[in-house]
């Protein structure tokens, strides 16, 4: 049966507002909540109902879901933060949580929740990827390099490296909380990858980006056979259920992953947009329905830019 009810976590930020998009846009008749550790706005302004909930990687989190999914017979949850996707995972595995979760198996979420630990299942999966270090083992012989956090998504707080006076106090002051990664120099060649497979059906979509504090503002679709077979190859590793989000960069070795992320991407309703539907095919597939097939070329540029959401008084 198609969920008639669907939360939205973490609803505050821009997954949880493109998500909210491809929705409204696909499923008019579904009934959308929200829930938010943080103040309720701007979430209210986009979700009439948004609930106060504790912050993901609290021992009281799962619990206050659990009544929010009960009282508003929540059919589908769609986990927007990677603290929130773990506790999640870890409730499905123990069974303290009955409703569907959208998102790929557990040890897929473990492992690529935390930047470190997927960096190293890529290298012994003999997955190319740029050589990677916890902060506190990186080496001035190895600048120039890329500095990130380990854990959390978006392309916030991170640096390029080219110092070892940089280098030295980006570790006093953020020790193995951060990653320390080879440089990949070729910006213009830096890809987002949606990945999907789910009930036997498989789809990738590869666009070239351009970034603006931390968010995709311009992305164009690309076909690329040697990038397709190499995330091909990334599927069939993972024996993947679901949907990911591979950053890469095209280099002249080939292609070489520098971050997965087990979620939805903030992407989604651009991929939306130009016909690329893996969150309503995600939506489908765990209804047993069967997905229609792609009946135009998937090609095209898309922008995204800021806006204003007026709420009227009531």
């Keep these: 049966m198609m969920p008639k009810n669907i939360l939205i976590t973490a609803s505050n930020g821009d997954l949880a507002e493109a998500v909210t998009g491809v929705l409204e846009d696909s499923f008019p008749e579904i009934n959308i909540f929200g829930c938010e550790s943080g103040d309720l706005w701007p979430a209210k302004a986009l979700i009439q109902d948004v609930f106060k909930v504790p912050k993901g990687d609290s021992l009281d989190y799962i619990i206050e879901i659990n009544r929010i999914v009960k009282i508003n017979k929540i059919d589908l949850i769609i986990p927007c933060s990677e603290a929130e996707l773990l506790s999640f995972s870890l409730a499905k ?100 990858c949606a990945l999907f497979k789910m009930n036997n059906v498989t789809r990738i979509l590869v666009m070239n980006r351009r970034l603006d504090a931390g968010r995709t503002v311009v992305a164009e679709i690309i076909k690329n056979d040697e990038v397709e077979l190499f995330l091909m190859n990334l599927i069939k590793i993972t024996n993947l259920n679901g949907l990911l989000n591979v950053q890469l960069r095209l280099t002249d070795n080939g292609p070489r992953i520098f971050e997965i992320n087990p979620r939805v991407s903030s992407s989604v309703k651009m991929r939306h947009m130009l016909g690329f539907c893996d969150l309503v095919w995600a939506i489908k597939s765990i209804n047993g329905e069967k997905l229609p097939d792609i009946t135009r070329s998937l090609k095209g540029t898309i922008f995204r830019l800021s806006r204003e959401v007026l709420k009227p008084l009531n």
Excluded: H
Aim: aromatic residues 12%.
């Design 93 to 192: 595995i123990n069974k303290e949580i009955t409703c569907e979760i959208l998102m790929p198996n557990y040890e897929l979420v473990n492992i690529f929740s935390d930047k470190y630990l997927g960096s190293e299942w890529l290298r012994k999966n003999k997955v190319a990827s740029p050589k990677t270090c916890l902060l506190s083992s990186a080496s001035i012989k190895d600048l120039p390099l890329i500095v990130k956090p380990r854990f959390g998504s978006g392309s916030q707080g991170i640096y390029k490296v080219n110092s070892q006076e940089l280098l030295l106090g980006l570790k006093v002051e953020y020790g193995d909380t951060y990653i320390a990664q080879e440089y990949l120099d070729y910006p213009d060649r830096e890809f987002t």
